[in-house]
């Protein structure tokens, strides 16, 4: 029997404790602060979140320390067709514009899927690491294809009808 040494990514050790300890001043200082005060507060801690978010992202999975993956390229592995459902919404405008009617409809659409291999590399421990990444990407669709747009005709009556009664010119310019 081989022994495997698996090693599994963790989170930097000023994580877990910095995020259970912001979260705790953040409800401390919407508790006992004034509400511009918090609201400060709540902006630092989203700043600090977003810091600590980026930190673990370019974290390495060899040395665990942050901020030291760089990216070192890209290649494209392998690109296939396949099929895939989409949805288009034609609406239905009467004369003026408003939305009378919206009808769904589905096709079948070709979407690529593509197979990409990043590399990176750590600035600390010239440790190299590849990942794969997988994306499907649609065509883009025009916007008159994507969304159809059909107008109904009015009647001149109905017109007539809904525009009211023509003004009293006489009583607008002479009062």
């Given at each position: 029997m081989t022994n495997i040494d698996v090693k599994r990514k963790v989170l930097p050790?000023?994580?877990?404790?910095?995020?259970?300890?912001?979260?705790?001043?953040?409800?401390?200082?919407?508790?006992?602060?004034?509400?511009?005060?918090?609201?400060?507060?709540?902006?630092?801690?989203?700043?600090f979140l977003g810091i600590t978010y980026a930190a673990y992202k370019?974290?390495?999975p060899h040395c665990n320390r942050a901020f030291a993956k760089t990216s070192t390229g890209s290649e494209e592995l392998?690109?296939?067709?396949?099929y895939?459902?989409?949805?288009?919404?034609?609406?239905?405008?009467?004369?003026?514009?408003?939305i009378v009617q919206t009808?769904?409809?589905?096709?079948?659409?070709?979407?690529?899927?593509?197979?990409?291999?990043?590399?990176?590399?750590?600035?600390?421990?010239?440790?190299?690491?590849?990942?794969?990444f997988t994306k499907k990407e649609l065509p883009a669709f025009?916007?008159?294809?994507d969304e159809h747009v059909h107008?109904?005709?009015r009647s001149a009556r109905d017109l007539k009808e809904s525009l009211g009664p023509p003004p009293d010119l006489n009583k607008f310019f002479w009062g």
């Open positions: 050790e000023f994580m877990i404790p910095g995020g259970i300890t912001a979260l705790l001043l953040l409800i401390i200082f919407f508790v006992t602060l004034p509400l511009s005060l918090a609201l400060y507060m709540l902006a630092a801690m989203l700043i370019t974290t390495c392998s690109r296939r067709k396949e895939v459902r989409k949805t288009f919404i034609d609406r239905v405008r009467n004369a003026y514009g408003e009808i769904e409809r589905v096709r079948v659409v070709p979407a690529y899927c593509v197979t990409t291999r990043k590399h990176f590399a750590c600035k600390k421990c010239q440790h190299i690491w590849s990942k794969d025009a916007d008159d294809e107008y109904q005709s």
